[in-house]
């Protein structure tokens, strides 16, 4: 399977634990987008990476929320101190660098905080 | 208040029957509009991309169409199968990087 590729695929913690999702994009595809999104909602856009440099963040992503992408390939969304608020599924996309910007998703990590 | 706003916020039909979902946008400027659909449990999938030369798109049993003046569109699905049942997401760009995601139109196609 050649599409984007999110692990893991569910995640159930406790309040005030630290969690980590990781996201794999197409191979070819520059740009790496992160998005929330919550039950009856369209997604809400977190933050994006062009190649390792991250571009762009939210006024959602919070101290608690880190994303990287060290060498321009995956990428990891690191939560903080979960609360039960960021109960949600976490999406991640990828696109290349070009007109329309198609982005491609994964199928998600959903996350519940207990 | 979101850009873009879409209509109804569920919908039941019958299958077989014909559908159209409904999609309003403020967000200016415009560079394209998609139409995604968003099965339960999974992320969102792309069934058509517009700019604003177009006025309609089809993929499939999948017809958008797009007023780029009174800023609406439209999804249209002919003869639904079971399998039509999920999400369907109005996302309008104002440029190549940004996105704009409506709420969505959950639909359920029935027996």
């Known amino acids: 399977d050649t599409g984007v590729s999110q692990d893991p695929r569910h995640k159930i913690t406790k309040r005030g634990q630290n969690v980590t999702f990781r996201c794999d994009p197409i191979?070819?595809?520059?740009?790496l987008y992160w998005y929330r999104q919550t039950l009856g909602q369209g997604p809400e856009f977190l933050t994006y990476?062009?190649?390792?440099?991250?571009?762009?963040k939210s006024r959602l992503l919070s101290d608690r929320f880190s994303a990287e992408r060290p060498k321009g390939s995956f990428s990891t969304l690191e939560i903080q101190r979960t609360e039960q608020g960021d109960s949600a599924m976490y999406l991640c996309?990828?696109?290349?660098?070009?007109?329309?910007?198609?982005?491609?998703f994964g199928p998600g990590t959903r996350l519940t905080v207990l | 208040k979101n850009q873009v706003e879409q209509s109804p916020q569920s919908l039941i039909i019958l299958e077989g029957k014909n559908c159209t979902l409904q999609?309003?946008?403020?967000?200016?400027?415009?560079?394209?509009l998609r139409w995604y659909k968003q099965d339960t449990g999974r992320g969102p999938v792309s069934l058509t991309i517009?700019?604003?030369?177009?006025n309609t798109k089809s993929n499939g049993r999948y017809t958008a169409t797009l007023d780029a003046d009174t800023k609406q569109s439209s999804l249209h699905i002919t003869a639904s199968q079971l399998s039509d049942s999920a999400s369907y997401i109005c996302?309008?760009?104002?440029?190549?990087?940004?996105?704009?995601f409506g709420a969505g139109t959950r639909l359920t196609v029935k027996p």
């Open positions: 996309a990828s696109s290349q660098t070009e007109a329309y910007n198609e982005q491609f």
């Open positions: 191979s070819e595809h520059n740009r």
């Open positions: 990476f062009q190649n390792e440099a991250q571009l762009e």
């Open positions: 999609c309003n946008y403020t967000v200016s400027p415009f560079s394209n």
């Open positions: 517009m700019t604003f030369s177009e």
């Open positions: 996302v309008v760009s104002p440029d190549n990087n940004d996105m704009r």
